[in-house]
């Protein structure tokens, strides 16, 4: 069974970073393309970012685009997002997400596995 398991969360000022990390276990993580998501208090899970399986592709949400960077190290069986230039409407529970073999999805219901969640919080 895949397990995720998400660190790296935390309070943080405007302005700040923080680095969150998704461990895989349990799974082939090689061959999985993995997600970020974020779900906010009272709104819908949303996506910020994602990786190929095979690491040639990753995407973004526009509203992350050019503070966030997804990487992945297979030999660590790692995903990690690192968040620049944080702001306030940042704050949310990020999950993390895995797919097998597949193209980025971007709709929350594309992908089988997920994290627990790690809450990240930006102060004004």
């Known amino acids: 069974q895949v397990q995720l398991v998400e660190s790296g969360g935390g309070l943080v000022q405007a302005g700040g970073s923080l680095r969150l990390s998704c461990a895989a276990s349990?799974?082939?993580?090689?061959?999985?393309?993995m997600g970020w998501f974020r779900q906010a208090p009272g709104k819908e899970r949303e996506f910020v970012s994602a990786?190929?399986?095979?690491?040639?592709?990753?995407d973004y949400s526009d509203s992350v685009k050019g503070r966030f960077t997804i990487s992945r190290d297979n030999a660590k069986n790692t995903v990690y997002l690192q968040m620049n230039s944080l702001k306030p409407e940042d704050t949310a529970v990020y999950f993390c997400?895995?797919?097998?073999?597949?193209?980025?999805?971007?709709?929350?219901?594309?992908?089988?596995?997920w994290g627990q969640g790690t809450q990240v919080t930006v102060s004004s």
């Open positions: 997400a895995g797919r097998y073999l597949s193209q980025i999805y971007y709709v929350k219901d594309q992908y089988p596995y």
């Open positions: 349990g799974g082939p993580f090689s061959s999985f393309t």
């Open positions: 990786v190929t399986w095979n690491g040639r592709s990753t």
